[in-house]
T-cell receptor, first 110, second 113 residues
Framework: LAKTTQPISMDSYEGQEVNITCSHN???????ITWYQQFPSQGPRFIIQGYKTKVTNEVASLFIPADRKSSTLSLPRVSLSDTAVYYC???????????FGKGTRLHILP | DSGVTQTPKHLITATGQRVTLRCSPR?????VYWYQQSLDQGLQFLIQYYNGEERAKGNILERFSAQQFPDLHSELNLSSLELGDSALYFCASSVGRAWTEQFFGPGTRLTVL
C-alpha cells in the first residue's frame, strides 16, 4: 500500500470550495486513489475514486496530475454538514491490507 | 442507509467475557470486512471474508475471530475482553474482492468495564 500524507486538519467557511491534497509519492502502476468521508460515530462513506486526470460525481471532484504522485479532493460550496474526517487511500484491487490512516479533519465554519 | 446492518448497536460487558457481533452485508455483496475504531488508534482493519473464505487479515488479535456463513452474514467473536477492547466495531461490505468501494454499517459500540 502506497504511503499517503494528508493535512491533519483544515478549516473553511460555508459556501467555499475546499481542496484537500493527498501525497502518495510511491504510488504503483496498478494503484487506484480512493477517498472516504467519516462523520463522528458513523462508518466511513465512499466519496470518489480515480486512476488519472479528473473524476467528478455529484458529491466531489478528484484531480490527479499526470505523475499521479498526489491527488486533490475538491468539495464545491461546502456546508456545515461537510464537517467530517476525509481519508485518502491508495492501492490496487488485490490489496490484502487496508490502511485508513489518520485522515484530514475538515471543520466548516458558519 | 448503506444497506449494511449490524447488531447489537451497543454492548456493555465486563473484562474477561466473550461477545459476538453480527453483520449482514448489502444484498448481493460477497465481501465482508471488519474494522475497529478507538480514539487513539483510528480505524484499524481487522479481517476480510469473501464468499465464506478468509481473504485478508489485518491487525486482528488472536483473542478475536470471525467467520462468514453461507448466507453471507458474518460474526466477529471477541473473547477474554480487556478494557482496551472498548471501541466502535464497523462492518463493511463490497460486491467483489476489491476493497476500494466499501459500504459501512452503523457500527457496534462495545464498552468493556
Amino acid at each position: 500500500l502506497a504511503k499517503t500524507t494528508q493535512p491533519i486538519s483544515m478549516d473553511s467557511y460555508e459556501g467555499q470550495e475546499v481542496n484537500i491534497t493527498c501525497s502518495h509519492n510511491n504510488i504503483a502502476t496498478n494503484d487506484y486513489i480512493t477517498w472516504y468521508q467519516q462523520f463522528p460515530s458513523q462508518g466511513p462513506r465512499f466519496i470518489i475514486q480515480g486512476y488519472k486526470t479528473k473524476v467528478t460525481n455529484e458529491v466531489a471532484s478528484l484531480f490527479i496530475p499526470a505523475d499521479r504522485k498526489s491527488s486533490t479532493l475538491s468539495l464545491p460550496r461546502v456546508s456545515l454538514s461537510d464537517t467530517a474526517v476525509y481519508y485518502c487511500l491508495v492501492g490496487d484491487w488485490g490489496l490484502d491490507k487496508i490502511i485508513f490512516g489518520k485522515g484530514t479533519r475538515l471543520h466548516i465554519l458558519p | 442507509d448503506s444497506g449494511v446492518t449490524q447488531t447489537p448497536k451497543h454492548l456493555i460487558t465486563a473484562t474477561g467475557q466473550r461477545v459476538t457481533l453480527r453483520c449482514s452485508p448489502r444484498s448481493g455483496d460477497l465481501s465482508v470486512y471488519w474494522y475497529q475504531q478507538s480514539l487513539d488508534q483510528g480505524l484499524q482493519f481487522l479481517i476480510q471474508y469473501y464468499n465464506g473464505e478468509e481473504r485478508a487479515k489485518g491487525n486482528i488479535l488472536e483473542r478475536f475471530s470471525a467467520q462468514q456463513f453461507p448466507d453471507l452474514h458474518s460474526e466477529l467473536n471477541l473473547s477474554s475482553l480487556e478494557l482496551g477492547d472498548s471501541a466502535l466495531y464497523f462492518c463493511a461490505s463490497s460486491v467483489g474482492r476489491a476493497w476500494t468501494e466499501q459500504f459501512f454499517g452503523p457500527g457496534t459500540r462495545l464498552t468493556v468495564l
